[in-house]
T-cell receptor
Framework: SQQGEEDPQALSIQEGENATMNCSYK?????LQWYRQNSGRGLVHLIL?????REKHSGRLRVTLDTSKKSSSLLITASRAADTASYFC???????????FGKGTSLLVTP | NAGVTQTPKFQVLKTGQSMTLQCAQD?????MYWYRQDPGMGLRLIYY???????DKGEVPNGYNVSRLNKREFSLRLESAAPSQTSVYFC?????????????FGPGTRLTVL
Protein backbone atom coordinates (compact mmCIF):
# COMPACT_ATOMS: atom_id res chain seq x y z
CA SER A 1 0.00 0.00 0.00
CA GLN A 2 1.13 3.55 -0.57
CA GLN A 3 2.66 4.94 2.54
CA GLY A 4 4.12 8.30 1.63
CA GLU A 5 1.85 11.23 1.03
CA GLU A 6 3.28 14.40 -0.45
CA ASP A 7 2.02 17.88 0.20
CA PRO A 8 1.18 20.02 -1.67
CA GLN A 9 -0.10 18.09 -4.68
CA ALA A 10 0.94 20.96 -6.94
CA LEU A 11 3.28 23.90 -6.51
CA SER A 12 3.97 26.80 -8.83
CA ILE A 13 6.87 29.20 -8.24
CA GLN A 14 9.14 31.54 -10.18
CA GLU A 15 12.75 30.93 -11.03
CA GLY A 16 15.05 31.83 -8.18
CA GLU A 17 12.51 31.06 -5.48
CA ASN A 18 12.78 28.13 -3.11
CA ALA A 19 10.43 25.16 -3.37
CA THR A 20 9.45 23.13 -0.35
CA MET A 21 7.46 19.93 -0.48
CA ASN A 22 6.54 17.66 2.37
CA CYS A 23 6.03 13.96 2.81
CA SER A 24 4.26 12.07 5.58
CA TYR A 25 4.39 8.34 6.10
CA LYS A 26 2.71 5.84 8.38
CA UNK A 27 5.02 3.11 9.63
CA UNK A 28 8.61 2.84 10.80
CA UNK A 29 11.23 3.15 8.11
CA UNK A 30 14.81 2.23 7.38
CA UNK A 31 15.29 5.12 5.00
CA LEU A 32 13.36 7.67 2.98
CA GLN A 33 14.18 8.63 -0.58
CA TRP A 34 13.15 11.39 -2.93
CA TYR A 35 12.77 10.90 -6.67
CA ARG A 36 12.16 13.27 -9.57
CA GLN A 37 10.12 12.45 -12.64
CA ASN A 38 10.21 14.65 -15.70
CA SER A 39 7.16 14.51 -17.92
CA GLY A 40 7.02 11.27 -19.88
CA ARG A 41 10.17 9.85 -18.29
CA GLY A 42 11.15 7.39 -15.62
CA LEU A 43 11.95 8.31 -12.04
CA VAL A 44 15.41 9.47 -11.08
CA HIS A 45 16.82 9.10 -7.59
CA LEU A 46 17.68 12.41 -5.93
CA ILE A 47 18.64 11.77 -2.34
CA LEU A 48 18.34 9.22 0.45
CA UNK A 49 18.14 9.94 4.15
CA UNK A 50 18.47 7.19 6.71
CA UNK A 51 16.23 6.90 9.76
CA UNK A 52 19.06 7.96 12.10
CA UNK A 53 19.76 11.14 10.11
CA ARG A 54 17.92 14.44 10.56
CA GLU A 55 19.18 16.48 7.64
CA LYS A 56 21.04 15.90 4.42
CA HIS A 57 22.27 18.14 1.63
CA SER A 58 23.07 17.52 -2.00
CA GLY A 59 23.78 20.53 -4.17
CA ARG A 60 20.64 22.68 -4.13
CA LEU A 61 18.66 19.99 -2.33
CA ARG A 62 18.08 19.84 1.40
CA VAL A 63 16.14 17.01 2.96
CA THR A 64 14.99 16.80 6.56
CA LEU A 65 13.53 13.85 8.38
CA ASP A 66 11.52 13.86 11.59
CA THR A 67 10.85 10.26 12.59
CA SER A 68 8.82 11.32 15.63
CA LYS A 69 6.36 13.05 13.31
CA LYS A 70 6.86 10.55 10.49
CA SER A 71 7.51 13.35 8.06
CA SER A 72 10.16 14.61 5.68
CA SER A 73 10.63 17.73 3.63
CA LEU A 74 12.50 18.43 0.42
CA LEU A 75 13.77 21.95 -0.18
CA ILE A 76 15.04 22.99 -3.59
CA THR A 77 16.85 26.31 -3.36
CA ALA A 78 17.16 28.84 -6.16
CA SER A 79 14.77 26.94 -8.42
CA ARG A 80 15.31 26.77 -12.16
CA ALA A 81 12.88 26.08 -14.99
CA ALA A 82 14.64 22.74 -15.42
CA ASP A 83 13.44 21.74 -11.93
CA THR A 84 9.90 21.52 -13.32
CA ALA A 85 8.92 17.91 -12.64
CA SER A 86 6.99 15.69 -10.27
CA TYR A 87 8.69 14.79 -7.01
CA PHE A 88 7.99 11.61 -5.09
CA CYS A 89 8.98 10.47 -1.66
CA UNK A 90 9.48 6.76 -1.12
CA UNK A 91 9.99 4.85 2.08
CA UNK A 92 11.84 1.62 2.70
CA UNK A 93 10.63 -0.18 5.81
CA UNK A 94 12.67 -2.22 8.24
CA UNK A 95 10.98 -5.40 7.10
CA UNK A 96 10.17 -4.25 3.61
CA UNK A 97 11.29 -5.57 0.31
CA UNK A 98 10.41 -2.64 -1.88
CA UNK A 99 9.90 1.08 -1.79
CA UNK A 100 6.49 2.53 -1.05
CA PHE A 101 5.87 5.62 -3.15
CA GLY A 102 3.64 8.59 -2.46
CA LYS A 103 1.44 10.22 -5.07
CA GLY A 104 3.87 13.02 -5.79
CA THR A 105 4.08 16.81 -5.87
CA SER A 106 3.94 18.46 -9.26
CA LEU A 107 6.35 21.41 -9.34
CA LEU A 108 6.17 24.11 -12.00
CA VAL A 109 8.97 26.66 -12.14
CA THR A 110 8.27 29.57 -14.46
CA PRO A 111 10.97 31.85 -15.90
CA ASN B 1 26.04 1.12 -19.35
CA ALA B 2 22.40 1.48 -20.43
CA GLY B 3 21.05 0.96 -16.91
CA VAL B 4 17.46 -0.31 -17.18
CA THR B 5 15.89 -0.70 -20.60
CA GLN B 6 12.28 -1.45 -21.47
CA THR B 7 10.49 -2.44 -24.63
CA PRO B 8 8.20 -1.43 -26.16
CA LYS B 9 7.85 2.27 -25.35
CA PHE B 10 4.23 2.43 -26.49
CA GLN B 11 1.57 -0.19 -27.09
CA VAL B 12 -2.12 -0.21 -27.89
CA LEU B 13 -4.08 -3.41 -27.29
CA LYS B 14 -7.64 -4.48 -27.67
CA THR B 15 -9.46 -6.01 -24.73
CA GLY B 16 -8.55 -9.67 -24.45
CA GLN B 17 -5.25 -9.46 -26.30
CA SER B 18 -2.03 -10.55 -24.66
CA MET B 19 1.42 -9.04 -24.61
CA THR B 20 4.73 -9.20 -22.81
CA LEU B 21 6.66 -6.19 -21.57
CA GLN B 22 10.39 -6.70 -21.56
CA CYS B 23 12.90 -5.30 -19.10
CA ALA B 24 16.65 -5.72 -18.87
CA GLN B 25 19.33 -4.28 -16.59
CA ASP B 26 23.07 -4.32 -17.07
CA UNK B 27 24.05 -3.28 -13.54
CA UNK B 28 24.40 -6.84 -12.18
CA UNK B 29 21.70 -6.19 -9.58
CA UNK B 30 19.93 -9.10 -7.96
CA UNK B 31 16.50 -7.49 -7.54
CA MET B 32 14.09 -6.25 -10.19
CA TYR B 33 10.62 -4.74 -9.90
CA TRP B 34 7.57 -3.94 -12.00
CA TYR B 35 5.43 -0.91 -11.12
CA ARG B 36 2.42 0.69 -12.70
CA GLN B 37 1.75 4.41 -12.54
CA ASP B 38 -1.73 5.83 -12.86
CA PRO B 39 -2.74 9.50 -12.62
CA GLY B 40 -3.12 10.56 -9.01
CA MET B 41 -2.07 7.13 -7.72
CA GLY B 42 1.70 7.32 -7.66
CA LEU B 43 3.55 4.06 -8.29
CA ARG B 44 2.18 0.71 -7.24
CA LEU B 45 4.21 -2.47 -7.13
CA ILE B 46 2.92 -5.29 -9.34
CA TYR B 47 5.57 -7.99 -8.91
CA TYR B 48 9.15 -8.17 -7.83
CA UNK B 49 12.04 -10.57 -8.05
CA UNK B 50 14.54 -10.56 -5.22
CA UNK B 51 16.96 -12.77 -7.11
CA UNK B 52 17.24 -14.91 -10.19
CA UNK B 53 14.72 -17.71 -10.01
CA UNK B 54 12.37 -16.04 -7.51
CA UNK B 55 9.30 -13.86 -7.99
CA ASP B 56 6.74 -12.51 -5.55
CA LYS B 57 3.50 -10.59 -5.72
CA GLY B 58 3.37 -6.93 -4.91
CA GLU B 59 0.39 -4.72 -4.19
CA VAL B 60 -1.54 -5.14 -7.47
CA PRO B 61 -0.62 -8.51 -9.09
CA ASN B 62 -4.02 -9.54 -10.47
CA GLY B 63 -4.08 -9.89 -14.24
CA TYR B 64 -0.31 -10.13 -14.56
CA ASN B 65 2.37 -12.78 -14.64
CA VAL B 66 6.13 -12.38 -14.54
CA SER B 67 9.21 -14.32 -15.52
CA ARG B 68 12.72 -13.76 -14.26
CA LEU B 69 14.47 -15.19 -17.27
CA ASN B 70 17.98 -14.67 -15.92
CA LYS B 71 19.77 -12.13 -13.78
CA ARG B 72 19.43 -9.44 -16.44
CA GLU B 73 15.87 -9.87 -17.63
CA PHE B 74 12.46 -9.62 -15.96
CA SER B 75 9.34 -9.71 -18.12
CA LEU B 76 5.74 -8.81 -17.35
CA ARG B 77 2.92 -10.55 -19.19
CA LEU B 78 -0.70 -9.55 -19.60
CA GLU B 79 -2.57 -12.70 -20.61
CA SER B 80 -5.91 -11.05 -21.37
CA ALA B 81 -5.67 -7.29 -21.34
CA ALA B 82 -8.45 -5.21 -19.78
CA PRO B 83 -9.09 -1.44 -20.00
CA SER B 84 -8.24 -1.19 -16.28
CA GLN B 85 -4.67 -2.13 -17.21
CA THR B 86 -4.23 1.05 -19.22
CA SER B 87 -1.27 2.59 -17.45
CA VAL B 88 2.40 3.44 -17.62
CA TYR B 89 4.57 0.51 -16.61
CA PHE B 90 8.01 0.95 -15.11
CA CYS B 91 10.66 -1.60 -14.50
CA UNK B 92 13.18 -0.82 -11.77
CA UNK B 93 16.26 -2.35 -10.24
CA UNK B 94 17.65 -1.32 -6.85
CA UNK B 95 21.23 -0.91 -5.86
CA UNK B 96 21.55 -2.69 -2.53
CA UNK B 97 24.99 -1.36 -1.90
CA UNK B 98 25.53 -0.49 1.76
CA UNK B 99 25.92 3.22 1.15
CA UNK B 100 23.38 3.61 -1.61
CA UNK B 101 19.97 2.05 -1.80
CA UNK B 102 18.45 3.75 -4.80
CA UNK B 103 16.21 2.32 -7.46
CA UNK B 104 17.10 2.76 -11.11
CA PHE B 105 14.10 3.06 -13.36
CA GLY B 106 13.56 2.30 -17.00
CA PRO B 107 11.92 4.86 -19.32
CA GLY B 108 8.50 3.22 -19.08
CA THR B 109 5.99 1.53 -21.37
CA ARG B 110 2.80 3.43 -22.10
CA LEU B 111 0.02 0.90 -22.57
CA THR B 112 -3.50 1.63 -23.74
CA VAL B 113 -6.13 -1.09 -23.70
CA LEU B 114 -9.20 -0.30 -25.78
Amino acid sequence: SQQGEEDPQALSIQEGENATMNCSYKTSINNLQWYRQNSGRGLVHLILIRSNEREKHSGRLRVTLDTSKKSSSLLITASRAADTASYFCATFGNSGYALNFGKGTSLLVTP
Amino acid sequence: NAGVTQTPKFQVLKTGQSMTLQCAQDMNHNSMYWYRQDPGMGLRLIYYSASEGTTDKGEVPNGYNVSRLNKREFSLRLESAAPSQTSVYFCASPNRDRERNEQFFGPGTRLTVL
